[in-house]
């Protein structure tokens, strides 16, 4: 095959600390949507937006809002892998897809009709949780792709 990137050249996944990271991740995701829930409604007093079963927005459940967060996380920990496993400069491109996935979450509750501040309260929680999930698992990324010295002469 004659192109710049061949099997051989890239590094082992270390399937066991990426998905250790990625757990770690979903917990961390997970407690900042409680945190962002309880700052909103516990100090701000302002309502956060989520969606019910009649397709409104009422308001979030945040247990529900924390383990979709969770979810989320270990999806990005599983696109992560695949992106490992079959990409060129795979950082980069998992970089730009959660910046492009937060994007959406923040502007969705934007564009509702609701009140204002129920709408920019949402909005920042789900950029923070989308802030965790990306750097968390960037680094993430670093640590489970061995080095060839750590893997003995390069060869699997």
């Given amino acids: 095959m004659d192109n710049d990137f061949d099997d051989k ?3 082992p996944v270390d399937g066991g600390k990426l998905w250790a990271g990625g757990a770690a991740t979903a917990v961390t995701a997970a407690l900042t ?6 700052i909103a409604r516990g100090l701000v007093k302002v309502a956060v937006l989520a969606p019910s ?3 409104a927005w009422g308001g979030a459940n945040t247990v529900t809002y924390a383990l979709a967060s969770a979810a989320v996380a270990l999806g990005a920990t599983a696109l992560l892998h695949l992106l490992l496993l079959t990409t060129p400069r795979a ?3 998992f970089g ?3 910046v ?12 509702l009709t609701a009140d204002l501040d129920a709408r920019l309260a949402t909005a920042i ?3 923070a949780i989308g802030l ?3 750097i968390t698992l960037s680094g993430v990324a670093r640590a489970a792709l061995r080095r060839m010295a750590e893997t003995g002469s390069g060869e699997q």
């Fill in 9 to 11: 050249d890239r590094p």
């Fill in 33 to 38: 949507a409680i945190v962002g829930i309880l």
């Fill in 53 to 55: 079963s009649e397709s």
């Fill in 91 to 93: 950082r980069l491109f």
């Fill in 96 to 98: 730009w897809i959660m």
């Fill in 100 to 111: 492009l996935f937060t994007a959406i979450a923040v502007v969705m509750p934007l564009s």
């Fill in 125 to 127: 929680i789900n950029l």
């Fill in 132 to 134: 965790a999930i990306t």
